[in-house]
């Protein structure tokens, strides 16, 4: 079992740039694939990108593709998401999340931090 922790978000101008971070507990971090997601007021949760467990490989919805990066530190059992570019539409609450590989749901969430972009 894993346990995760966000941080670093909070109130940007458009066009700014921000990097939240998620801690995970336990020493088998680097068994997990990690997964950002996000989810907007009325919207349904969305997944913003994901890494595998030894980072060489990433994905990203095509809303935050160029914009936003993941990578991962397995020797501080940290996952990041590097946003830049940011506009308005990226408010949302962030979420991290992991799972065993990338045919099984995501098992383990985080409690979210807030991203709000003002225009």
């Known amino acids: 079992q894993v346990q995760l922790v966000e941080s670093g978000g909070r109130l940007v101008q458009a066009g700014g740039s921000l990097r939240l971070s998620c801690a995970a507990s336990g020493r088998t971090f680097s068994s997990y694939n990690m997964g950002w997601f996000r989810q907007a007021p009325g919207k349904e949760r969305e997944l913003v990108g994901a890494?595998?467990?030894?980072?060489?490989?990433?994905n990203y919805a095509d809303s935050v593709k160029g914009r936003f990066t993941i990578s991962r530190d397995n020797a501080k059992n940290t996952v990041y998401l590097q946003m830049n570019s940011l506009k308005p539409e990226d408010t949302a609450v962030y979420y991290c999340?992991?799972?065993?590989?990338?045919?099984?749901?995501?098992?383990?969430w985080g409690q979210g931090t807030q991203v709000t972009v003002s225009s």
């Open positions: 890494i595998t467990r030894s980072g060489d490989s990433t």
């Open positions: 999340a992991a799972r065993r590989n990338g045919l099984t749901p995501f098992q383990y």
